[in-house]
């Protein structure tokens, strides 16, 4: 059995530029991602199953389309194989929440693929392979700190601060990101800054927060509640949003910032992680 964590995906930073003919932005990006997220297990079987389980499952019990079975089909299409799999989603994720959930499963889906059927998985045929799945699903087929540009597909790895203390906070509304795309005013603020990942994050912003607050109001709530708390170097929406993450320089404040934030708002989602 082969298991993959669809890690999140967080975008530290992410300035829109234009609106395409096509109906995409362009943008830059810096994404970056944490040690948790979904994890998807594929195995040989008999015959094709695909089992959802976990606290987001439900979430997803409605839909027949899941990115996951789009990228075994795209997959399966692209490299001539069919031989039966059976595959488990354990969905820890919130859905449509800004942090790649569906991306990352379909990454992770490539990444168990790949693996199972001895390819590699970063090479310039998966990672078209996942850009026909979505925007984000090459940056979460690599899951390393990377710029994005274009569609989010012009990727250049970085050296990120891997291990820096992490906390993710959903406020429960969950937002389409086409809506949110719809609701950006067309004015380009200029590129992401040079400088080390810590300080284009810092330095930069999300184009998309200002759209998706007015679509999702909780999400000021979220961020004056965030920002409240002590010892955050940058917090953010990341993502068309929902989720919002503050970065921690240690895993003390971190933790002490979760409890409060917790304390005030116990139905809202919270996850203590790290980057990596
Ligand atoms: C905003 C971002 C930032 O990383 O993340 P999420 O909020 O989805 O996590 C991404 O650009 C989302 O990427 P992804 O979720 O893969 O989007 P796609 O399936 O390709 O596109 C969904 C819709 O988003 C809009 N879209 C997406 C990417 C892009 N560069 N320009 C766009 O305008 C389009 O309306 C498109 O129909
Ligand atoms: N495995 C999956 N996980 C999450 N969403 C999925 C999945 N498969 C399909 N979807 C669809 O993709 C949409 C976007 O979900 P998601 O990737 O979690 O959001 P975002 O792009 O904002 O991070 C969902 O509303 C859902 O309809």
């Avoid at 999140?8 to 395409?20: D, E, F």
């Avoid at 606290?55 to 194989?81: I, W």
């Avoid at 859905?95 to 168990?112: C, N, P």
């Avoid at 996942?130 to 970085?158: H, I, K, M, N, W």
């Amino acid at each position: 059995m082969i298991t993959e964590v669809a890690r999140a995906k967080l975008n530290l930073a992410l300035h829109i530029r234009a609106r395409r003919p096509d109906g995409y932005h362009e943008l830059e990006t810096l994404f970056a991602f944490v040690a948790d997220g979904d994890r998807l297990t594929l195995s040989a079987a008999e015959a094709d199953s695909f089992e959802i389980v976990g606290p987001f499952a439900v979430a997803l019990a409605g839909e027949s389309d899941n990115l996951v079975l789009r990228a075994l089909g795209a997959f399966r299409r692209r490299y001539g194989v069919d031989a039966p799999l059976a595959i488990r989603l354990d969905k820890r994720l919130p859905v449509a929440s800004g942090i790649g959930g569906g991306s990352a499963d379909a990454a992770a889906a490539l990444r168990a693929l790949a693996r199972h059927f001895d390819r590699a998985f970063d090479t310039p045929d998966m990672l078209q392979c996942g850009l026909e799945l979505g925007s984000d699903v090459p940056a979460c087929l690599l899951s390393r700190t990377v710029r994005g540009s274009g569609r989010g597909e012009t990727l250049v790895p970085l050296d990120g601060p891997a291990g820096m203390p992490v906390l993710l906070v959903h406020p429960g509304t969950a937002l389409s990101t086409a809506a949110v795309f719809a609701g950006w005013r067309g004015i380009d603020h200029g590129p992401l800054p040079d400088g080390s990942v810590l300080e284009v994050a810092q330095r930069g912003r999300n184009d998309l927060q200002p759209p998706a607050q007015t679509l999702a109001p909780v999400i000021g709530e979220c961020l004056d509640l965030m920002q409240r708390q002590d010892g955050a170097v940058l917090t953010r929406m990341s993502g068309s949003g929902a989720t919002c993450f503050s970065l921690y320089e240690t895993a003390a404040a971190r933790n002490t910032a979760a409890a409060a934030i917790a304390a005030a708002r116990p139905d809202w989602w919270l996850l203590e992680t790290e980057l990596v």
